[in-house]
């Protein structure tokens, strides 16, 4: 995994063209409205990873309408997902605040609140095995669910690891706004640190599945 690591945050940093990827991400980033985009790019990223891990550059922005559509799809997924198991659950509680609404909140409304912060945290630890089974067999896939979690458990180590990054990143992203100087780094070290972690489920996918 440590391998791997040095290969993915490595992986954005060496691609000659970096400087206009960059710029571009940026761009769909502050535009808002292009920020389905990004998703579409990271789901690339982890194909080419998968399908050809010599590959050194970047895939580019080049399909703009392509890898928009690819990141709502991906996007309309995992709400779904959490959404079916959770309609339910949202619907209780949503009668229980309307009967108790005079009153303090009674143990139902615990457990439904309980209950949707667990199909939350669920989703999110499932999100790399989500973006995989998008990657590697399309939107409709990712209500495989035993698919989903086979992949998740074909290592766990490694597996957890890429459920934690997102949260190391986050810290590095966080120590480097303490100085002027970090605060500069932030602007290639975002882009770097989420194609890093496409590379990431790209290259666990290519060990584990190929």
Avoid at 33 to 62: C, W
């Amino acid at each position: 995994m440590l391998k791997n690591l040095k290969a993915a945050l490595l992986y954005p940093a060496t691609d000659p063209t970096r400087v206009s990827k960059v710029g571009q991400w940026w761009l769909f980033c502050l535009l808002f409205f292009t920020t389905p985009a990004l998703l579409g790019h990271y789901v690339s990223v982890i194909k080419q990873s998968f399908q050809d891990p010599q590959e050194t550059e970047v895939p580019g922005f080049n399909r703009f309408d392509k890898l928009f559509f690819s990141g709502i799809a991906l996007y309309a997924g995992f709400a779904f997902l959490q959404l079916i198991p959770g309609l339910p659950n949202f619907t209780v509680f949503a009668i229980n605040i309307f009967l108790s609404k005079d009153s303090e909140p009674g143990f139902l409304f615990f457990l439904c609140f309980g209950i949707h912060l667990s199909i939350m945290l669920a989703a999110l630890l499932l999100w790399p095995a989500l973006c995989m089974q998008y990657a590697e067999s399309g939107w409709l896939a990712m209500f495989k669910l035993k698919e989903v979690l086979g992949k998740a458990l074909l290592c766990v180590r490694e597996y957890l690891f890429l459920v934690v990054y997102p949260f190391l990143a986050w810290l590095i992203l966080m120590l480097l706004c303490v100085t002027v100087v970090g605060i500069v780094l932030l602007i290639p070290a975002i882009p770097f640190l989420v194609i890093g972690h496409a590379r990431l489920i790209g290259l666990y996918m290519h060990q584990h599945l190929s």
